[in-house]
């Protein structure tokens, strides 16, 4: 039987309403990312390696819950995806370079700007 608070039990009193609410989120807001602090974005693979061991921690000390990890997680994830992405294309472009190929993506740039060159109707079919 649930204790009761005058008319209402715990769950319907409306003064306990508050403190309910709270105990069904974990209490207070846990995480130690805010939204105002400054978070530089990481740039190489070591960063993210960096970023996920301190959130690990972050996670056993009960500092961020567990649910936002994951969402960083998924996200860090993502970047390294792109990160290795970035770095395969980058050293593509090297051997393509020493070899003194193009690729078909570099035969439509300006080579000084790097912008795309106009081309004329129906040339790229």
Do not use: N, W
Request: hydrophobic letters at 35%.
């Amino acid at each position: 039987m649930p204790r009761v608070y005058g008319d209402f039990c715990l769950f319907h009193h409306p003064d306990k309403e508050r403190a309910r609410i709270a105990r069904s989120r974990g209490g207070s807001r846990r995480t130690v990312f805010s939204r105002g602090a400054e978070f530089k974005a990481p740039k190489t693979v070591e960063d993210v390696v960096a970023v996920v061991g301190q959130l690990c921690v972050e996670v056993h000390q009960d500092l961020v819950d567990p649910k936002h990890a994951q969402v960083i997680g998924s996200l860090l994830s993502v970047l390294v995806s792109a990160l290795e992405t970035a770095e395969q294309g980058e050293l593509l472009r090297s051997l393509e370079q020493k070899a003194g190929l193009l690729s078909p993506m570099d035969r439509l740039r300006d080579p000084e700007t790097h912008r795309f060159l106009p081309t004329p109707k129906g040339e790229l079919q």
